[in-house]
């Protein structure tokens, strides 16, 4: 039996990539493991767990991956997969492009097929886009999530325009409402030269504006509250903003307790993790 291991790591948006399919987001230390083992073909089973929750998570996913192996490789097989994910589902943390990216990464290992991170990177996006799961295929949160840093991307072509560290010693600190509804992103085109403003920011390597500016016109546009942005502000955050299309909201910082105190009113989950 043929085992693979594929790891990746949660992001958070600097630039929202769904008006104009530029983006940018930042890596953060939340992980997700895969291990896959290659089965006979039409035996599939997926196992998973989000945050030590059994979840349902990931299969459609794996459906994506093994169409693709038996397109793009020839690999005409089944799987058995166990995902474990430290990452909240859903919420704009890039769940899905850190799933994706840790099964492209195990079934390129179990294969031995060689590839570099980009490369593992663009199966990934391949992956999420054949599911569904993406709008845009979301390229750039797939970067963050794989190669870390602040990673400034053209999602059309799959480009990785730019790529820089974030300073040492800053954290993440990540606000998911207790309850929410799902927006409609359509909103977001109302905000178009303001998120390429954004973007035109992070091109240059200046993320603290660039991530303010997209939250707030992002999170304006799609009707989440602002109060979660001026109050990580106030308590000394670097920069915040909505992350993704919501409703998670992301304050990267020096001091993440003061932040998370300021949240403290608010109906939010708060979780914190590096930045990578």
């Known amino acids: 039996m043929t085992e693979g291991f594929g790891e990746a790591f949660g992001a958070v948006t600097v630039v929202n990539a769904i008006p104009a399919w530029r983006g940018a987001a930042i890596g953060v230390d939340l992980r997700v493991e895969v291990e896959l083992r290659l089965r006979q073909p039409g035996d599939v089973e997926v196992r998973s767990t989000v945050r030590g929750e059994s979840m349902r998570l990931g299969g459609e996913l794996v459906e994506a991956l093994l169409r693709i192996l038996s397109d793009r490789f020839g690999v005409d097989a089944g799987l058995e997969v166990e995902i474990r994910s430290e990452i909240p589902a859903g919420v704009g943390l890039?769940?899905?492009?850190?799933?994706?990216?840790?099964?492209?990464?195990?079934?390129?290992?179990?294969?031995?097929?060689?590839?570099?991170?980009?490369?593992?990177?663009?199966?990934?996006?391949?992956?999420?886009r054949l599911a569904g799961v993406t709008v845009t295929g979301a390229f750039d949160d797939a970067c963050a999530s794989m190669l870390g840093g602040l990673c400034v991307t053209d999602n059309r072509r799959l480009l990785l325009v730019r790529r820089m560290r974030v300073g040492g010693g800053l954290r993440a600190v990540m606000g998911v409402p207790r309850e929410a509804s799902g927006p409609d992103i359509t909103r977001l085109d109302s905000v178009r030269d303001h998120v390429?403003?954004?973007?035109?920011?992070?091109?240059?390597g200046?993320?603290?504006?660039?991530?303010?500016?997209?939250?707030?016109?992002?999170?304006?546009a799609l009707g989440y509250p602002l109060e979660p942005v001026r109050l990580a502000l106030?308590?000394?955050?670097?920069?915040?903003?909505?992350?993704?299309?919501?409703?998670?909201v992301a304050a990267i910082c020096q001091d993440p307790d003061t932040v998370a105190e300021s949240w403290g009113r608010l109906e939010y989950e708060v979780i914190e993790a590096g930045v990578r």
Do not use: F, H, I, T
Request: aromatic share 2%; hydrophobic share 50%.
């Open 94 to 128: 890039k769940s899905s492009s850190a799933v994706s990216n840790a099964l492209a990464a195990a079934a390129a290992d179990a294969l031995g097929l060689g590839l570099g991170p980009l490369e593992v990177v663009r199966l990934g996006v391949e992956v999420s």
């Open 196 to 204: 390429e403003a954004a973007y035109g920011l992070a091109l240059e």
């Open 206 to 220: 200046d993320w603290r504006p660039a991530m303010l500016l997209n939250g707030v016109a992002c999170a304006s």
């Open 234 to 248: 106030q308590a000394g955050a670097e920069s915040a903003g909505l992350s993704g299309k919501g409703p998670a």
